[in-house]
């Protein structure tokens, strides 16, 4: 493997993200909207005025919730199907370079694109907020930060497994767009009508909740920002009692088998299936 | 003289299609060989196997290198031109030389020379999706050409060009055996096999039909 061609593609990923029209529509998207909830963070509570970064935090939650894995699936899903389709992957392979070099440069690529977007989000807010609120609780906006970006890599994963499994760009953006639908719509209220109808156990509850990764991030940032995870009731109370202080690193790796597990198939697929 | 390319027993299958079958041939140092055949005979996939980029049975060795497992080491020395240019539509002509130039672990330097070379010049600031026929393959021929590598794979390459460009590129083959280069290339062309190869291999159904010389094609 040789990191420097890694890097060549990853470069060429990044600029092909900056040209995504809608990757660009989306992260600008992320970047005003995160502003504006920092600037007016305060108007819940009937004033106007920068809110603190624990408040702003928690008001980004569901902001982040919808962008990120977005942001993700967008990028990830047409990556390698564009190349086939084109062609290019093709003029890519009879080059000195092998396939995991691509698929390593296309993956960081794709990831850094990410982390570009996150970080200017969340960055421009919190230069605002530090401003005029201060450093109070910049813990918290922190940790909303290293949860942002294992979420965008999760998506990320399960966005380029779409990419080698479809033959075709229009495909790949349908399914991805559905994948976003599924996991951050139909599965909260699929999961609402399945407990009342199955009358599911607070245990089966909150192990159905935390293998959605938009859930598991949700829960685990909800959950750092409180303190506690009796929000969530029952599931919540649940999970407080048995797993105790073990709740925050066991959704911390189911994120990360998110990232990894989709990944590695991907991986493992692309090496089989590249060309022939 | 060891040959630069030996191919023992090839055999390729797609799903239930058989597409190359026990095919075996020797090329030598600076000779251009012919691979002649209708569609379907299998030409373009022995090209693909040369390169090490699709999986097969037999025995490839490039320069001394088995081709499945030093396929890396086998681009390095290869330069290919496949019969559709695939290029990235939204790159210009320097930033496509560029980009592969950093891949093959060139300098920007060598791409400028070669664009200048091969006429593409005023052309570097074009978006490749604008370049007409004749001019991609020129910039096929240019990224083919960018690590000096002393073998050359080429798919057809003058199949979609008009009467001038084909010329002009069959000029250019003539050139680069001159120079040493040992030349690969598909060809559904009797003047243009007569005019560059040394030698023919004609498949068919995947099978080697024979090996002969140019001349003698002409004659069966």
């Not at chain 1, 928690?58 to 699936?73: C, D, F, K, R």
């Not at chain 2, 008009?162 to 060809?187: P, Y």
Request: charged fraction near 20%.
């Amino acid at each position: 493997m040789n990191v420097k061609i890694a890097a060549i593609i990853m470069k060429k990923e990044m600029r092909d993200a900056r040209r995504n029209r809608w990757f660009v529509v989306v992260s600008f998207l992320f970047a005003l909207l995160s502003v504006s909830f920092s600037l007016f963070g305060m108007a819940g509570l009937g004033s106007l005025g920068v809110a603190g970064f624990g408040r702003t935090a928690a008001s980004l939650l569901n902001l982040v919730l919808l962008i990120v894995p977005l942001l993700g699936l967008l990028l990830g899903s047409v990556s390698i199907v564009s190349e086939r389709e084109q062609g290019t992957l093709m003029t890519l392979l009879a080059q000195p370079v092998t396939p995991n070099e691509i698929f390593l440069g296309k993956y960081l690529g794709s990831a850094f694109s990410i982390f570009s977007t996150v970080f200017l989000g969340f960055g421009v807010s919190a230069i605002a907020i530090a401003k005029y609120a201060g450093t109070k609780e910049i813990a918290d906006y922190l940790m909303l930060v290293c949860f942002t970006v294992l979420l965008g890599l999760a998506f990320l994963s399960i966005a380029f497994c779409v990419s080698l499994l479809v033959r075709r760009h229009a495909t790949a953006m349908g399914t991805a767009i559905f994948i976003w639908f599924f996991f951050i719509f139909i599965s909260d209220l699929g999961l609402m009508g399945t407990s009342i109808v199955l009358k599911l156990t607070p245990m089966a509850l909150f192990w159905l909740v935390v293998l959605n990764p938009a859930q598991a991030f949700k829960v685990a940032v909800v959950g750092n920002l409180q303190k506690s995870f009796e929000i969530f009731g029952a599931a919540g109370l649940y999970a407080t009692e048995t797993l105790g202080r073990w709740l925050s690193p066991i959704l911390i790796v189911t994120l990360c088998l998110w990232i990894f597990l989709p990944l590695v198939l991907a991986f493992f697929y692309f090496r089989s299936r590249c060309v022939d | 003289m060891d040959p630069i390319i030996s191919v023992k027993n090839l055999n390729k299958d797609f799903s239930h299609v058989t597409a190359l079958s026990q095919v075996s041939f020797e090329v030598g140092v600076n000779e251009a060989l012919a691979l002649w055949g209708s569609n379907g005979a299998g030409k373009t996939t022995l090209l693909k196997c040369l390169l090490g980029i699709i999986s097969f049975g037999g025995d490839i060795r490039v320069m001394n290198l088995d081709s499945r497992r030093n396929g890396k080491e086998v681009r390095r020395n290869v330069g290919y031109i496949p019969q559709e240019i695939r290029l990235h539509s939204d790159q210009s002509v320097w930033e496509t030389a560029c980009f592969y130039a950093a891949i093959r672990g060139v300098s920007k330097e060598r791409s400028d020379l070669l664009l200048k070379q091969w006429g593409l010049d005023e052309a570097r600031k074009k978006m490749v999706q604008t370049l007409s026929g004749g001019m991609k393959q020129k910039l096929a021929l240019v990224i083919a050409l960018l690590s000096e590598p002393p073998i050359l794979l080429l798919d057809e390459p003058t199949s979609n060009l008009d009467t001038k460009s084909r010329l002009e590129f069959s000029e250019a083959l003539k050139q680069l055996k001159k120079a040493g280069k040992t030349l690969i290339f598909c060809s559904h062309r009797m003047s243009e096999v007569r005019k560059t190869a040394d030698r023919v291999l004609w498949l068919e159904n995947g099978l080697k039909k024979m090996e002969t010389k140019p001349d003698a094609l002409q004659s069966l």
